[in-house]
């Protein structure tokens, strides 16, 4: 079923009973051309992408628990393109442009709200390492804009200027930047997939990965054995785990990220916003809620909770940046398992077995990153080729000698 | 994450004075290595779900380097023991 404006005056005016389940509930067939594994936003894009753009017919998605049961889920809904390094900032805009048609392409309703991000700076160096990231941001046709101070009390009033030790003298803003209804983005991909035929294969954990003559020829699962032609990794936080089952030593940690999300308000926040003398980040849903988070926890772990130590840390970002922010309450917190690469950046990437594909290594960014990365995975696993604006994102770039570290922190996941 | 943490130094202390460095396990090649070895060093990580021993440093107290083992999942901790002391007997 098509979903339109008609459609819902049709179906409020039946007693909205004849609404149909957005995707169907397979059985696992006993072979597929290309299985997935992971269905979250990364999944459910990549095989979207591959029926839809490539044109694969036979596509399988595993997922072990329910689709976006992880990060895609769990995480802040931030959207936006303002990268720096030439290895990064050509892809993400890619996924900017992806989510700025998504909505109509994917014929449903992922409330995509471009209202801006402000990255806030607080002394003349990080008013510099802005304005440089702007040009780069320039330099690949996105537009940036840099505000004084006078314009940001304009715009966010509530902001506490006059901090003694951080002062806020301005930010960087990126227009097109907003936030998306995460959850609609995984059932939008979702649903859509399986409109193309693709078999979304929900509770279906896999176990093993079966190999012959250096090559996959198929998965076990708690549902049994499945063949597939080409296998895809996006198994975020479990990457490792995955990887291993095929022998692959990989570059990634896993580590918790917590978010928050507090009582609703009225609106109050119109903009993403985020602390430059922290790591902290805020922007108010559609149902008034303010959700924020900040760094991650700093040790491995793959508990989908987080440290108090952390939590109070968090708030005390938040209360710095917005002092009124004191008064609200926070209803919920939870924590997502990130799968931390060495150098900050993604893997979109070929390995050591020529039908085995993996994506990997989005940190605490992969959610504005689902557009691109499905259609890039896509692309690499329907042609093997990699994709122009992800041809930086390879696995073997660490070996080479070319990591892409965005922050400067050097081969430690915990400090990015 | 366990609250206390045993130092074999200062008895048990709040967590929140240690510094976590990360992976325990692995060993600095030699300067003359391969530059495969260097690779593995440098980035690769085993990165269990389970049984994981650690580099953390009491920085608000001994500020010695210890190495503890902790269970990435469940975050029960099962020992801690001093680096130099663990690195010795293991003939580094």
Redesign the interface.
Known sequence: MRYSAFSIVKNALSGNVNWKPAWRQPEPKPFYDVIIVGGGGHGLATAYYLAREFGLKNIAVLEKNYLGSGNVGRNTTIVRSNYMLPGNEPFYEFSMKLWEGMEQDLNYNAMLSQRGVINLYHNDGQRDAYIRRGNAMWMEGVPAELLDRAALKKMLPFLNFAHARFPIMGGLLQKRGGTARHDAVAWGYARAADRLGVDLIQNCEVTGIRREHGVVTGVETSKGFIGCGKLGLAAAG?T??VGEMAGL??????HVLQAFVTEGLKPAIDHVITYGAGHFYISQSDKGGLVFGAEI???????QRG?L?TVEHVMEEGVTMIPGLSRVRVLRSWGGVMDMS?DGSPIISQTPIDNLYLNCGWCYGGFKATPASGWCFAHLIAKNETHPVARFLRLDR??RGYPIDEHGAG????LH | MASLIHCPHCGVRPKEEFSIRGDASLVRPDPEASDEAWHDYVHIRSNPRGRYREHWQHVAGCRRWLVVERDTFTHEVFSVTDGAATAREAGR
């Not at chain 1, 030593?249 to 896993?254: A, Q, R, T």
């Not at chain 1, 081969?411 to 915990?414: A, E, G, M």
């Open positions: 479990n490792s785990r030593k990989l570059p990634i940690e896993s926890d700093g040790y491995n772990s793959y508990a440290n130590a060495m660490f070996e081969p430690q996941p915990n």
